[in-house]
């Protein structure tokens, strides 16, 4: 899932890359908002909140949603020139070293956060996910070639809609069948990965309300077996170039 790149990837390894991080994804936005109140994936609504709180004089917390898009933008950005690197020198283990540098972090995050090492009401905790959330999403968009994103549904849905469109429009005349099976390939992949990050919403709502502090923890465990499976199922190709 994390080594072959773009125009090399089929529906089977982005289907499944996708899907694995929009739950992930799914989980932590949730999560971060019950904690927080403020999303960690989804950066429209912060947006909006920022422009809300801007009209309402509430300087303070406009600030907060200002940094929690910066950080977002960090974290694509730091993806970005991992990436950059690891093209140069062709290490094909580089897309998965930067899913479990967020799993790690991940974790880090919880065992300061068990430590009690944060103050009551901190803002980092927020700060970092949205950090590993501009992260992941970049990741993804560099791996896919901008064909799957996993933090937010917005553009899942209108490609989702546009896809609905091209299959009712193939009733009205005859096309191959490659042409079919890629139009059902391409609004499958979409469904799923809406679907996974709702579900994924839903089982994060449920497990950070019974197990808050542990959660971390299980998303970080989750995250790095997708990243380890992945460079074991390629360890002998990580550096070479295809």
């Given at each position: 899932?994390?080594?072959?790149?773009?125009?090399k990837?089929?529906?089977?390894?982005?289907r499944?890359?996708?899907?694995?991080?929009?739950?992930?994804?799914?989980?932590?936005?949730?999560?971060a908002?019950?904690?927080?109140?403020y999303?960690?994936a989804?950066?429209?609504?912060?947006?909006?909140?920022?422009?809300?709180?801007?009209?309402?004089?509430?300087?303070?917390?406009?600030?907060?949603?200002?940094?929690?898009?910066?950080?977002?933008?960090?974290?694509?950005i730091?993806?970005?020139f991992?990436?950059?690197?690891?093209?140069?020198?062709?290490w094909?283990?580089?897309?998965a070293?930067?899913?479990?540098?967020e799993?790690?972090?991940?974790a880090?995050?919880?065992?300061v956060d068990a430590m009690?090492?944060f103050?009551?009401?901190?803002?980092?905790?927020?700060?970092?996910l949205?950090?590993?959330?501009?992260?992941q999403?970049?990741?993804v968009?560099?791996?896919?070639?901008?064909?799957?994103?996993?933090t937010?549904?917005?553009?899942?849905?209108?490609d989702?809609?546009?896809e609905?469109?091209?299959?009712?429009?193939?009733?009205?005349?005859?096309v191959?069948?490659?042409h079919?099976?890629?139009?059902?390939?391409?609004?499958?992949l979409?469904?799923?990965?809406?679907?996974?990050f709702v579900?994924?919403?839903?089982?994060?709502?449920?497990?950070?309300?019974?197990?808050?502090?542990?959660f971390?923890f299980?998303?970080?465990?989750l995250?790095?077996?997708c990243?380890?499976s992945?460079?074991?199922?390629?360890?002998?190709?990580?550096?070479?170039e295809?």
């Amino acid at each position: 899932m994390l080594f072959l790149e773009q125009e090399k990837r089929n529906f089977v390894t982005n289907r499944r890359l996708g899907s694995s991080l929009a739950i992930v994804a799914g989980a932590i936005n949730v999560a971060a908002f019950m904690e927080f109140g403020y999303y960690c994936a989804n950066m429209t609504g912060n947006a909006s909140a920022l422009a809300l709180n801007l009209q309402q004089r509430k300087p303070a917390e406009g600030l907060h949603t200002l940094e929690l898009g910066c950080c977002f933008v960090l974290g694509a950005i730091v993806c970005t020139f991992l990436v950059n690197i690891g093209r140069r020198r062709h290490w094909r283990v580089v897309y998965a070293v930067s899913i479990l540098l967020e799993a790690v972090m991940l974790a880090t995050l919880g065992v300061v956060d068990a430590m009690g090492l944060f103050t009551r009401g901190s803002f980092i905790p927020a700060l970092t996910l949205c950090f590993l959330m501009g992260l992941q999403n970049a990741t993804v968009t560099r791996i896919s070639g901008s064909v799957v994103r996993t933090t937010h549904i917005t553009g899942m849905l209108t490609d989702l809609g546009m896809e609905i469109a091209d299959w009712f429009d193939l009733w009205r005349r005859h096309v191959s069948s490659e042409h079919l099976l890629s139009i059902r390939q391409r609004l499958w992949l979409h469904l799923q990965i809406i679907f996974c990050f709702v579900g994924g919403g839903i089982a994060g709502a449920f497990a950070y309300h019974a197990w808050p502090a542990y959660f971390l923890f299980i998303v970080a465990i989750l995250l790095a077996a997708c990243a380890i499976s992945s460079i074991i199922a390629n360890s002998d190709s990580l550096f070479s170039e295809e």
